[in-house]
C-alpha cells in the first residue's frame, strides 16, 4: 500500500532527512524545497538511472548541461514571453490570490466569497537584472524548462557530433516557475528539476517516434518501481495543448493528493527549431511560427539523398524529477505488521534508488576489535562501486534496523563476536526480514550480484 496521505509522506521525509522545508528556520518559502542527505542520494539515483537509460545504453542521443539563466530573446521566440501564462483571480474579500481552475463555484476556496475579479494573464517567468545596473536594460529569466537550450545549441551538437536525423539530445536540470499556488508538499514547486529529451526526427515519421517514446517512458517508470496500476496514460485534449504542441500524452500517477501529472510527452512538431532558425522562409514550416529576423543560425537539415533542406519534428519526453522522488517514494512506502504487537514502516524502494546500499552494524557500540573488523568489511564493500556504505556504531540493532527499514536500506550487515572467530557475518534483507550468515567472501559475491 501506498502511504495513506501526503501529510504522511512529508512526516517520514523530515524525520528521516529526505526533504526539508527551505528557509525553515525563518518560517520558509512557499514552494521551496531542500533535499536533505537521504533525499539527494534518492534524487541522484533517480537521475542517474534516468541518464543511463538516455544516454548510456543507447547510441542515438548526445547529453548537455546548459544555462539557467536564459535571454529574452530566446524566451520571446519559444513563445515564453507572450504565452507562458496562467490566469489569475484576486480575491477582493480576503486578498488572496488564485488561479481560475482552482475556484469552487465561482467562489474563493479561502472565505468562500464570490467578489472575485476577472481573471487575468499572469506569466509564470521569474526575472532578474543581469550585470551591476538595474535598470531594465539588461536581463534574463531564470529558465521555465530546460527545453530552449537544447534548441538553440541543436546547430552545435550537430556540427560537433557529426548526427544524422533521428537523434536526440538531453539534459537534467533545475527550472524555475512562479506558481500562483503552490501546494501538494514537492508536487508543486517555485524551483524544481527536469528531465527532459528532445529527440529530432524527420516531419512524417513524427507519430511513429511519438508512440514510441510513450511506450518507453511509461516502461521506465514501471522499472523506477512505480506499480502499474498507479500510472495512466492520457491523451490532452486539442483545446488544453500547449502553444508548442501538435498532440500530447501526460503519464499521470496516483499522488496521495490524486491523478496528477507525472511527466508529459509532446510533439512539438517543427515549432522550437523553426522559431528559433534564420531564413524561415527557406523552409515549408508546417506550423505557425514566432517571426523571427534576429537569429543567426539555420536550425534545418538536408536531405541525404534529395538535398532539400527541412526542420527536423521534435518529440519531448519531459519528466519532473522532483515529482518522480514523490512518485517512488509514495509507490514504496509500506506499512507493515511485524507480529501481534510491532508493526514497521518501510520504503521499498529498488535498490539502485536506495539513499544507502548497506549498513554495516557492529553489534557492540565501540568495541574496537567489532568497529575494526566493520569498517574493513565496509571498506571491501564500498570498493565494489554501488554507492554509499555507513557505518552505524550505535550498538542497538533494533533501532538500527528500524532506521534503515525506513531509509530503504536493502541490506544491513551485521559484525558480531563470531565475525572475529570465523570471518563471516549475518546479512539482513530489507524486504523479507530474513536474515542469513555468510563468509565475507560470500557476502563480497553476494553483494555485487544483488545490484547487477
Ligand atoms: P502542470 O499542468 O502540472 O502545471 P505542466 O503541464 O505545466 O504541469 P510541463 O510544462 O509539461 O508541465 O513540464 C514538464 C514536467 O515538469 C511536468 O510533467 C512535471 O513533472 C514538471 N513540473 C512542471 N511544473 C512543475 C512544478 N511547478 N513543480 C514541480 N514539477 C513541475
Excluded at 260 to 272: C, K, M, Q, T, V
Excluded at 276 to 300: C, R
Aim: charged share 30%; with cysteine; aromatic share 10%.
Amino acid at each position: 500500500m501506498p502511504s495513506r496521505s501526503m501529510e504522511e509522506l512529508a512526516s517520514l521525509c523530515k524525520r528521516r532527512g529526505f526533504i526539508f522545508q527551505s528557509n525553515d528556520i525563518y518560517g520558509g518559502i512557499k514552494g521551496l524545497y531542500d533535499y536533505g542527505p537521504m533525499g539527494v542520494e534518492l534524487k541522484n539515483n533517480l537521475k542517474m538511472a534516468w541518464w543511463k537509460s538516455m544516454i548510456y545504453e543507447r547510441d542515438d542521443i548526445e547529453g548537455i548541461d546548459s544555462n539557467i539563466l536564459t535571454g529574452p530573446d530566446v524566451l520571446k521566440y519559444s513563445g515564453h514571453v507572450d504565452t507562458f501564462t496562467d490566469p489569475l483571480v484576486d480575491c477582493r474579500s480576503c486578498k488572496s490570490r488564485w488561479k481560475s481552475d482552482q475556484l469552487e463555484n465561482k467562489s474563493c476556496p479561502n472565505c468562500k466569497s464570490k467578489d472575485l475579479t476577472e481573471e487575468r494573464p499572469f506569466n509564470l517567468m521569474f526575472k532578474t537584472p543581469i550585470g551591476p545596473v538595474d535598470d531594465g536594460s539588461s536581463y534574463a529569466y531564470l529558465r521555465p524548462e530546460t527545453a530552449q537550450q537544447i534548441f538553440t545549441n541543436f546547430k552545435n551538437v550537430l556540427d560537433s557530433t557529426n548526427r544524422t536525423i533521428p537523434f536526440g539530445v538531453a539534459q537534467i536540470g533545475k527550472a524555475f516557475r512562479n506558481e500562483i499556488t503552490p501546494r501538494n508538499f514537492i508536487f508543486r514547486v517555485r524551483e524544481f528539476e527536469q528531465m527532459e529529451l528532445e529527440f529530432f526526427v524527420k516531419p512524417g515519421s513524427d507519430e511513429k517516434w511519438h508512440k514510441y517514446w510513450i511506450n518507453e517512458r511509461y516502461n521506465w517508470w514501471v522499472n523506477q518501481g512505480i506499480n502499474k496500476k498507479n500510472i495512466h496514460l492520457h491523451s490532452v485534449k486539442k483545446d488544453e495543448l500547449s502553444h508548442y504542441s501538435k498532440s500530447t500524452v501526460d503519464i499521470l500517477y496516483d499522488f496521495p493528493h490524486g491523478k496528477e501529472e507525472l511527466e508529459g510527452i509532446a510533439n512539438r512538431s517543427d515549432f522550437d527549431l523553426g522559431s528559433h532558425t534564420k531564413n524561415q522562409k527557406d523552409f515549408n514550416i508546417s506550423t505557425k511560427v514566432m517571426e523571427n529576423q534576429k537569429s543567426t543560425t539555420k536550425l534545418g537539415v538536408q536531405e541525404l539523398e534529395s538535398k532539400s533542406w527541412f526542420i527536423p519534428f521534435v518529440i519531448e519526453p519531459s519528466a519532473g524529477l522532483d515529482r518522480g522522488v514523490l512518485a517512488v517514494l509514495n509507490d514504496a512506502y509500506k506499512e507493515e505488521k511485524i507480529d501481534n504487537n510491532n508493526s514497521r514502516i518501510v520504503l521499498a524502494l529498488k535498490p539502485h534508488l536506495s539513499p544507502i546500499k548497506a549498513a554495516v552494524i557492529p553489534l557492540k557500540r565501540n568495541n574496537d576489535q567489532l568497529v575494526e573488523r566493520a569498517k574493513s568489511i565496509k571498506k571491501i564493500l564500498q570498493q565494489i562501486g554501488v554507492g554509499r556504505i555507513i557505518l552505524e556504531n550505535t550498538g542497538n540493532i533494533g533501532k538500527n534496523y528500524r532506521r534503515h527499514d525506513e531509509i530503504g536500506t536493502p541490506l544491513c550487515i551485521t559484525v558480531d563476536f563470531e565475525t572475529l572467530e570465523s570471518n563471516s557475518v549475518t546479512i539482513r534483507d530489507r524486504d523479507s526480514m530474513q536474515q542469513k550468515r555468510l563468509s565475507t567472501e560470500e557476502l563480497k559475491e553476494y553483494f555485487k550480484n544483488y545490484f547487477d
